[in-house]
């Protein structure tokens, strides 16, 4: 399996910026296509974003769309999520997955997990 573990979240005011990253050890990163899911207390976790294997493919939630960027750097191991104009309902633990296809990540159906980093945006 692969090791992930996520940085990058913080504390920012509404209108603001981060860029958690997801740093992959272990099996090889560029064989599998990858996800940014967030879970707020009380809520159910649900996906942010995904990413094809060679970065071609991305897929945002609604609720993201237009201030989220998904990227990856395979030859660094590393997956990126640009988080501009940030909500206070952006609010989350924000963690990322692995996935051995693009349809499999699509379908919710992911291998490995992080621990995840937490993003607070205050109004």
């Known amino acids: 399996q692969v090791q992930l573990v996520e940085s990058g979240g913080g504390l920012v005011q509404a209108g603001g910026s981060l860029r958690p990253s997801c740093a992959a050890s272990g099996r090889t990163f560029s064989w599998y296509s990858m996800g940014w899911f967030r879970q707020a207390p009380g809520k159910e976790r649900e996906v942010v974003a995904i990413?094809?294997?060679?970065?071609?493919?991305?897929y945002y939630a609604d609720s993201v769309k237009g201030r989220v960027t998904i990227s990856r750097d395979n030859a660094k191991n590393t997956m990126y999520l640009q988080m501009d104009g940030l909500k206070p309902e952006d609010t989350a633990n924000y963690y990322c997955?692995?996935?051995?296809?693009?349809?499999?990540?699509?379908?919710?159906?992911?291998?490995?997990w992080g621990q995840g980093t937490q993003v607070t945006v205050s109004s």
């Open positions: 997955g692995t996935s051995r296809s693009w349809s499999q990540a699509a379908r919710g159906e992911y291998e490995s």
């Open positions: 990413i094809s294997l060679n970065g071609i493919s991305t």
